[in-house]
């Protein structure tokens, strides 16, 4: 690949770490706001007298959380670039592809699984909002009241260093460019980023917790087959570290 610049490959790193950071935090860092005055305005609007409902908390949703199963391919191959500056490329070599197998497995089985979840709950949500009056009253109580404005904020952030992140790599070696694979990935990362945003414009605020789920889902897919595409991946660079250690550790025969 050429010279690296390492202080803009080691900053990339710390950017798309920020990424993954962010993103697994979302549910920390949006929803939790009070819904219940939304909620008596909705019912009334049913012709349903709730009284007093208590509090009621806006849901954080998944769509944020679940795009980091797409970002840590990035902080991974990231991570791959920055380690070859501390480590040989004789013992990089050797470790990478089972490392990089070893990392797909899990990703595609915590894919899988999440993926299961975010269907059950949007089977759930859709199920619930139909059953009218009384299912979409527990629908708006509990998933109703979507922190969209919070969410934005936070998806803007993320967008921004995920371009930042891009840029840095380019910055560290232009011939990145020339890799297919970390150019798809870029753009899938961006698209799924920007169509979560999409998602939550797209419909009146008491549907985006269900196209909040949908992303979700979406983003679990996606992730699994990127799980199988670094399992592909990581195929040819186990049989060259086998290859290559079976040749320096075969014995020499005298002539």
């Known amino acids: 690949m050429g010279e690296l610049r390492k202080p803009f490959l080691l900053l990339a790193l710390l950017a798309v770490a920020l990424v993954v950071a962010l993103e697994l935090g979302a549910a920390l860092l949006t929803g939790g706001g009070d819904a219940s005055g939304a909620l008596r305005d909705s019912a009334g609007q049913l012709g349903v007298d709730l009284g007093n409902v208590g509090t ?10 679940y795009l980091a199963l797409i ?14 500056l501390v480590v040989p490329d004789r013992i990089q070599g050797r470790l990478q592809g089972v490392a990089t197998l070893i990392f797909g497995i899990v990703l595609l089985i915590v894919s899988v699984v999440l993926l299961i979840v975010a ?12 059953a009218a009056p009384f299912g979409t009253l527990a629908y708006l109580a509990v998933w109703g009241f979507f922190p969209v404005g919070d969410a934005a904020v936070l998806l803007g952030l993320v967008l921004l ?4 992140w891009a840029g840095l790599l380019l910055l560290a070696q232009p011939r ?7 150019v798809l990935l870029a ?3 961006l698209v799924c980023t920007v169509g979560l945003e999409f998602l939550h414009r ?5 549907l985006v917790s269900i196209t909040d789920d949908l992303g979700a889902l979406v983003f679990a897919v996606v992730a699994a087959v990127w799980a199988l595409v670094l399992l592909v991946g990581s195929i ?4 060259k570290a086998v290859r290559t250690t079976a040749t320096t550790s075969r014995p020499t025969v005298p002539s």
Do not use: C, M, Y
């Open 202 to 206: 797209l419909v009146p605020v008491i």
């Open 56 to 65: 009621v908390t806006e849901p954080a949703g998944r769509g944020t959380g």
């Open 71 to 84: 970002d840590v391919v990035a902080l991974w191959t990231t991570g791959l670039f920055s380690l070859s």
């Open 161 to 164: 260093l995920k371009l930042v």
């Open 176 to 182: 990145f460019l020339q890799n297919k694979g970390l």
């Open 119 to 130: 269907f059950v709950e949007l089977t759930v949500l859709v199920s619930l909002f139909l």
């Open 236 to 239: 040819p660079a186990i049989v």
């Open 187 to 189: 753009l899938t990362t």
